[in-house]
């Protein structure tokens, strides 16, 4: 085999063999990510409370360590501006079960009670939601779903 052919050979195989490394370490470092969120509202009756359900899948290489809900109006004079994820430290926990590899199936449900249904704002509400891996990265979404009231 001719010397060149040898060098371009190894020069090639030391070039992937660094782009593996560097894509490696690269996909380690990626924050969570969202897939799938969904809510559902469903108003309280006669005989029954409502609820609201928030399901949503996070895909952390570093496992997911938390992941925070907040349902908000998207027009109310409550609130003239989405949440940020600063705000979203201390609201609710959404329940995190294991859906396979790096992915976790998050879930978060609230009773709804004919008085919170009475008093709260009437038309579009979106989720936020932070998901933190264990690493410390986030993924805020401040309109991870809808629903309407």
Wanted: charged fraction near 20%.
């Amino acid at each position: 085999m001719s010397r060149r052919i040898v060098i371009s050979t190894v020069a090639g195989a030391v070039v992937l063999a660094g782009a593996g490394a560097f894509a490696l370490a690269y996909a380690g470092d990626q924050p969570p990510v969202l897939t799938h969120s969904t809510a559902r509202y469903a108003a309280p009756a006669a005989d029954r409370a409502g609820s609201l359900s928030f399901t949503t899948e996070v895909t952390a290489s570093a496992g997911v360590k938390s992941v925070k809900v907040l349902a908000w109006p998207a027009a109310s004079s409550l609130t003239k501006e989405a949440p940020t994820a600063r705000e979203m430290a201390h609201v609710a926990s959404a329940r995190c079960t294991p859906a396979g590899g790096h992915t976790a199936r998050c879930t978060y449900r609230v009773t709804v009670s004919r008085g919170d249904a009475d008093t709260s704002p009437r038309g579009r509400w979106h989720v936020a939601v932070l998901a933190t891996d264990e690493d410390g990265h986030s993924t805020f979404d401040a309109k991870a779903a809808d629903f309407s009231v």
